[in-house]
């Protein structure tokens, strides 16, 4: 079946590392993503990993894959106020289009 | 610079109204995408489409209509029978087929009922 979980609220200081975590069940995923949205906002690729790799790092960002638990995470080193934001995981189905599942959303906030 | 625009910001609708959410393109994209998003949910396909003149229904399309005659554009129309329209649209776009090409997103409309 098809269903992404996140928890939904994670609040760090300046300067901490953030960590979002999700989970999802289906094992046929090939890519999944991570997207940010700010408020009023649509959604900004920040990072997306191959369901083959465990890990991928872009700058403050890392993402790690379980995929044996079927766990994904998104570390966020140095947290600032502007990473406040609401962040989706998604995965990327093997159909016969590109269907994205999302998670339902981790709101980050980062206070000073 | 492209991207994709999404018309209006804010849209309010009457009772047994039809209303046009408008979904414009300049990358060049073959597969254009419509989701609605709830509070504290994720975002949920209403309708897709993988080239010009072709389209399919998603996850919940039922109150919605499409229509996709140009590559650049998919209007989507919120129609007097979907009874809950209230709820932020997000339009996208993508590499059709292609799992590693990201779909990338409009700023969405914010639709409301009077």
């Known amino acids: 079946g098809e269903d992404v979980e996140q928890s939904l609220f994670l609040s760090v200081r300046e300067g901490d590392s953030s960590v979002i975590n999700c989970t999802y069940t289906d094992s046929s995923s090939t890519y999944l993503y991570w997207y940010k949205q700010e408020p009023g906002a649509g959604l900004q690729l920040l990072t997306y990993i191959f369901s083959n790799m465990d890990m991928k790092q872009d700058q403050r960002l890392t993402v790690l894959l379980n995929k044996k638990d079927k766990h994904l995470s998104l570390r966020i080193a140095d947290t600032q106020t502007g990473d406040s934001a609401i962040y989706f995981c998604?995965?990327?189905?093997?159909?016969?289009?590109?269907?994205?599942?999302f998670g339902t959303g981790t709101r980050l906030l980062v206070s000073p | 610079d492209g991207g994709i625009t999404q018309s209006p910001k804010y849209l309010f609708r009457k009772e047994g109204q039809n209303v046009t959410l408008s979904c414009e393109q300049n990358?060049?994209?073959?597969?254009m995408y419509w989701y609605r998003q709830d509070p504290g949910q994720g975002l949920r396909l209403i309708y897709y489409?993988?080239?010009?003149?072709?389209?399919q229904k998603g996850d919940i399309a039922e109150g919605y209509s499409v229509s996709r005659e140009k590559k650049e554009s998919f209007p989507l129309t919120v129609t007097s029978a979907q009874k809950n329209p209230t709820a932020f649209y997000l339009c996208a776009s993508s590499i059709p087929g292609q799992s590693n090409q990201p779909q990338h997103f409009g700023d969405g409309t914010r639709l409301s009922i009077l």
């Open positions: 489409s993988q080239i010009v003149n072709d389209f």
């Open positions: 990358l060049n994209h073959d597969a």
């Open positions: 998604a995965e990327s189905l093997r159909t016969g289009f590109q269907k994205l599942v």
